[in-house]
């Protein structure tokens, strides 16, 4: 590993990261607000410590595998930190372990809070709470490389840490071009998402945060309610729309956008994401309608759709307080937050595409059981997915696992409740938002022992960053030359 | 006619030698020295050495003055490249031998010029289909269809305690007086003969017969025979045969069984295939063959590239008790043998892909035609005209060259099994069989 590099990269990402602040700082400025000055210095504050790191370090020639992992990792990892600047200068939240779970949970679009009360905090601070989730959705690096030209060298290894799913289609021959069309679709549909959000009665400010946090499934609300805040059916309806859209893997967005609405129609992945969407959104319908016919099919079916996308999706909005469901329904909340949405989406957690290999592999094991000589082949869509990939599958899974249990032992270590320790461990690791227990959907992760936050901290940003490239780093073979 | 051929390969070879034979002017273009020479000194043709994609090749061959060019090397590009030459000489039929899906199913473009070629023709596929309707004609030998497929000529035999064994033709037209099928040919003792109505049947006869494609039943249970739906197909081998048949069974939606030897063709296999399930291991390995059910299998076809193997496989299965058992082979000798030991029938490319290309080089008046595997006889589709000897004549008078046989007469959309004094017109399609030495003739006959 290059270290130079390395931080002459992390520091591009940084200085580029203290640039957007000016957006939520230009909002506040606008709304008038005192706190516009703070967000400005935050902003002065990364872009020169940025700059500084970046003219003390030799450029870019070339990025190894090596240097792509410890980029995108200790990128993420800065980002965050500075991005702690304007919730700690405004003073919004105080102390830097919160403020640092804060802008991670909104980086890596989990959308879980520290924040109690939404209301108190300046707009211009709700807005980079927000966008800090859109820029996280698709990526702090693929934003980068289609937009910094600097980054146009070995931007694919960064491309492919940072988005590390099975499906690496590129779109277009140039790597700034593909990150470029890819931004584009993410930033159209969320334009139009705004519009629609505007017409059904939302403000501005409402629908572009909102927005913000749907495309990248996200979550964070400008309200402490959620989306339950809005009664508007049909409001819950486009947001439950664009949750859905979110979930899908961007490639099909462009093809579609592109008139090959074949590539769509044919995709197996996305036709069991629906599947699995609709089964549950039928069965949270019936658990909640059969038990309190008074509460209305339709009420039922909203409520029961929405949690379901909202869930699987990993968004985490919530209109309905679910602590209060049947068991069962919570269950399958619970089993979708495992689930998660297609490969190449803004959605976290393990991904359909995952289980349908796992599931293929052991069908041909036990195929292979009754003919011990048979030679099989995993197709997906017609195309063959090589063995590596699979071993990659298996792997990853284990991991997934592996993390997750290692997670709800620790935060049971900071003496956390099981329910609560295993809905945070869950809903952290797959960037849902919303747990059970104490972080259950009406609760926030406010006054959880410090140590269980960076813990949390941390299953995000193995979460968004797919495991693999985070753990890498901590391999004895990384560090050995 | 001048026709010229490159590539002597199997199809190549003997292609020439059944055009040459035909009283054609036939230059053979082969690369390789050893079998250039070799059919030098075998065939009453001009080879010339070299490259069939080379423009001074070609025209050495007298590209100028030929009107066919049949290309048939083992290679695709050569063979395009060969027709893409003939056709800016003005050649005209150009027939290119190609194995790569990607150049006969290509799209938009190409699909028009098709590189200068009138015909793409794939041997391992023509071999495949033919196996492919053998599997649907249960119990026969031979299959060919005419008439869209309202006509069909099997070669099939006639069991111990059939119920026409041991009558004469004639008797078996008196008995049954509706005649949905007529018998052309019978092959006893390695002799072929066209029957007459004192011919009688005996077991153990190899028959070729002609019957509407509807009343085949009843031909069935004449002659002792049952007709089964397959539902379950082991293929034995892997190779380009193999890939072309499993594909076609599984759009047929069977899920055949395909046993392939080489470890690195089976994943090939099992990527290119969708529900044939691929197995790893030696076709002739018994317990394999057993364990995954041979006895209860519906067909099996032994399709590797060995045709030694694809007999000893044949022998096997039909020993551990498969019931309808098809081999594959190369070499045209070996055929023969097949009905001898108890094989039911034997499918080469040569001959699969010489049906499609000679009834193209006979011209426009043969609707199609097909070369029995077994004796070489032949079954020409033609459409009679009308300053010809046949039309307005009965079949009793009509005077056929000897050797040749009317199977069928079709007029408008009715098909008729021809007797004495069905009579002929003008503009009929009939089916005619002849033997080996009476095919010139016969063609001639209606000219």
């Known amino acids: 590993m290059q270290g130079r590099v390395v931080l002459n990269v992390v520091a591009i990402l940084t200085a580029f990261s203290g640039v957007t602040m000016l957006v939520p700082a230009a909002a506040s400025l606008l709304l008038g607000e005192e706190a516009a000055v703070h967000i400005l210095a935050a902003s002065g504050l990364t872009v020169a410590a940025g700059t500084l790191v970046y003219g003390r370090t030799r450029p870019i020639e070339e990025i190894t595998i090596r240097d792509a992992f410890a980029i995108v990792t200790c990128g993420w990892v800065a980002v965050a930190a500075f991005g702690t600047l304007p919730y700690l200068l405004t003073g919004s939240i105080p102390s830097f372990t919160d403020a640092f779970f804060e802008t991670m949970s909104g980086l890596t679009t989990t959308g879980s809070s520290v924040v109690r009360d939404i209301d108190l905090l300046p707009r211009g601070v709700v807005l980079w709470r927000s966008q800090t989730q859109w820029m996280g959705g698709m990526g702090i690096i693929v934003l980068s490389v289609a937009i910094l030209p600097l980054l146009g060298v070995g931007g694919m290894q960064l491309l492919q840490a940072e988005i590390p799913g099975l499906t690496q289609d590129r779109l277009r021959p140039r790597v700034r071009q593909t990150a470029t069309l890819l931004w584009v679709v993410y930033a159209l549909l969320t334009a139009v998402q705004s519009l629609l959000l505007t017409v059904g009665g939302m403000t501005l400010f409402e629908a572009v945060n909102h927005s913000f946090t749907t495309m990248a499934t996200g979550g964070f609300s400008t309200e402490n309610a959620s989306l339950g805040a809005f009664e508007s059916p049909f409001i819950q309806y486009v947001v439950a729309a664009f949750m859905l859209l979110a979930g899908i893997n961007f490639t099909l967005h462009y093809s579609v956008l592109s008139g090959n609405w074949r590539a769509a129609v044919r995709n197996r992945e996305l036709r069991l994401y629906l599947a699995i969407a609709g089964v549950s959104t039928v069965l949270l319908t019936l658990l909640l309608y059969v038990p309190v016919p ?68 052991a069908r041909i094991s036990l195929r292979k059981l009754l003919h011990p000589q048979g030679v099989f082949a995993y197709k997906v869509d017609g195309r063959v997915v090589s063995a590596d990939a699979l071993a990659s599958v298996s792997g990853f899974l284990l991991l997934y696992l592996t993390a997750l249990a290692a997670g709800v032992l620790a935060l049971a270590l900071f003496g956390l409740d099981v329910a609560t320790a295993a809905g945070a461990a869950a809903t952290t690791l797959g960037n849902v938002g919303p747990g059970f227990g104490r972080v259950g959907p009406t609760g926030t992760f406010a006054g959880l022992p410090g140590g269980s936050l960076w813990v949390m901290s941390f299953l995000m940003l193995l979460g968004r960053l797919e495991i693999f490239t985070v753990l890498i780093l901590f391999t004895r073979g990384y560090w050995r030359r | 006619m001048r026709i010229v051929v490159v590539g002597a390969g199997e199809v190549g070879y003997h292609l020439a030698a059944r055009l040459a034979s035909d009283q054609h002017d036939v230059v053979v273009i082969e690369r390789d020295a050893d079998i250039a020479g070799r059919i030098q000194t075998h065939l009453d043709l001009l080879v010339i050495e070299g490259n069939g994609a080379s423009l001074t090749c070609l025209e050495k061959a007298g590209i100028q003055k030929a009107e066919l060019l049949l290309a048939v ?33 290509h799209r938009g473009a190409l699909q028009e010029r098709r590189f200068g070629a009138d ?96 009343h ?26 193999g ?47 057993v364990q995954e059910g041979i006895s209860e299998t519906d067909g099996l076809a032994a399709v590797t590239s060995e045709d030694e193997t694809n007999l000893l496989a044949s022998l096997l299965a039909k020993h551990l008790g498969a019931p309808r058992v098809i081999a594959l082979l190369k070499r045209s000798e070996y055929i023969p043998l097949v009905s001898r030991i108890g094989i039911d029938a034997a499918v080469s490319p040569r001959l699969s892909t010489a049906n499609r290309i000679l009834q193209h080089v006979r011209g426009g008046r043969i609707l199609s035609m097909a070369v029995m595997e077994r004796n070489r006889a032949e079954a020409m589709e033609l459409e009679v005209l009308g300053g010809s000897r046949a039309a307005g004549r009965k079949v009793q008078d009509l005077e056929l060259p000897s050797g040749a046989i009317l199977g069928s007469v079709q007029r408008g959309q009715e098909v008729t099994i021809p007797r004495g004094d069905t009579r002929i017109e003008a503009g009929d399609r009939i089916v005619v069989f002849a033997l080996p030495d009476a095919i010139e003739e016969t063609a001639r006959f209606f000219a």
């Not at chain 2, 033709?169 to 019978?186: D, N, S």
């Open chain 2, 119 to 214: 015909l793409l023709i794939n041997p391992e596929k023509e071999c495949a289909r033919e196996i492919l309707k053998l599997f649907h004609r249960s119990a026969a030998s031979d299959v060919a269809e005419f008439a869209d497929g309202r006509v069909v000529l099997l070669g099939l035999s006639v069991e111990k305690d059939a119920p026409v064994a041991g009558l004469t033709l004639a008797e078996i037209g008196q008995k049954h007086r509706e005649r949905h099928f007529l018998t052309v040919a019978i092959d006893r003792n390695g002799d072929s003969i066209i029957p007459t109505g004192e011919t009688r049947l005996i077991p153990g006869d190899e028959i070729y017969l002609v019957a509407e494609s509807h």
């Open chain 2, 73 to 105: 090397t083992n290679f695709d590009e050569v063979n395009l490249i060969a027709c893409l030459i003939a056709s800016q000489f003005g050649v005209r039929l150009k027939v290119a031998r190609v194995s790569n899906p990607e150049y006969y199913q």
């Open chain 1, 294 to 361: 008074a509460y209305g099919l339709e009420a039922s079916f909203r409520a029961g759709l929405f949690q379901a996308i909202s869930i699987q999706t990993t968004s985490g909005y919530v209109t309905a307080d679910y602590a209060t469901w049947l068991p069962a329904a919570q269950v399958i909340l619970f089993l979708l937050m495992l689930i998660g949405g297609c490969t190449g989406s803004t959605a976290g957690s393990v991904k359909v595409l995952r289980y349908m290999l796992v599931a293929k592999e």
């Open chain 2, 216 to 241: 085949l039943k009843e031909a069935y249970r004449l002659l002792g025979l049952e007709s089964r739906q397959i539902r379950r197909v082991m293929l034995l081998g892997g190779g380009r045969v």
């Open chain 2, 243 to 289: 890939l072309a048949l499993a594909r076609m069974l599984e759009w047929e939606g069977i899920h055949p069984t395909v046993l392939e030897q080489s470890r690195d063709r089976c994943v090939h296999l099992a990527e290119e295939l969708d529900t044939a399930l691929v197995l790893h291991g030696d076709a002739t390995d018994l317990d394999l063959l």
